[in-house]
């Protein structure tokens, strides 16, 4: 079985996401501008950009919110009946992707390898099924924080790169939220003007 990942973009109060998720504002009001724009799309920052891409996955897990803005059943609100994902036709991921949700879903297949399949059951069974279509390759916790608080709580994370933003949020969705002490052990880490990248192993 390969190594269970995480990457997330925080600010320095620890948000990993602003308030008011919406379609028109997918990880918060400011998000995008506080917690992305400093770093991943400046043209001077394109090699932060190759690290926060995502990594050679062989399966990833997310949450509802991360998949899209659909709440309740699926077809309860007729504007996102036929939603699929936030990235248009071709998702980045390559490779089965695993969405956590309270409403069963057919699986809808993507151009470029991505398939989203959608489980029920809780994390660990969205776990074991991405680790089964992964192989030896790593499985990557996509997010929201939710659900990464989630697999963290559970002891479910190996990996956790954070990209500390020296920005604040004020509010949102926060990591590490409700999961309790944990003990990390830095393994790699690089500081920029824009964003500190730090990876971590998460000690059980």
């Not at 990833?60 to 609100?77: A, F, I, K, L, S």
């Not at 699986?107 to 398939?115: D, Q």
């Not at 989203?116 to 994390?123: C, L, Q, R, S, Y």
Request: with cysteine; net charge negative; glycine share 14%.
């Amino acid at each position: 079985m390969g190594t269970v990942t995480c990457g997330m973009a925080v600010s320095l109060d620890g948000y990993a996401a602003g308030p008011d998720q919406s379609v028109e504002n997918p990880i918060g009001v400011g998000g995008v501008e506080r917690l992305m724009k400093p770093w991943m799309f400046a043209e001077a920052g394109q090699h932060d950009a190759e690290i926060a891409s995502l990594t050679n996955a062989g399966a990833y897990v997310m949450g509802r919110n991360m998949y899209g803005p659909v709440r309740g059943g699926w077809d309860d609100d007729e504007r996102f009946r036929d939603w699929r994902g936030w990235w248009g036709e071709e998702p980045p991921y390559h490779a089965p992707v695993f969405v956590l949700t309270h409403h069963p879903h057919d699986s809808i297949e993507m151009e470029g390898g991505t398939t989203f399949h959608f489980v029920t059951d809780g994390v660990e069974a969205a776990l074991a099924r991405a680790q089964e279509a992964a192989g030896d390759r790593p499985v990557d916790v996509s997010g929201g924080a939710s659900t990464v608080n989630q697999f963290l709580a559970a002891g479910l994370i190996d990996e956790l790169w954070l990209h500390v933003v020296p920005r604040t949020l004020g509010g949102g969705e926060r990591l590490f939220e409700g999961v309790g002490p944990l003990e990390l052990e830095l393994l790699e880490s690089r500081v920029t003007p824009s964003v500190s990248h730090l990876r971590y192993r998460v000690r059980r």
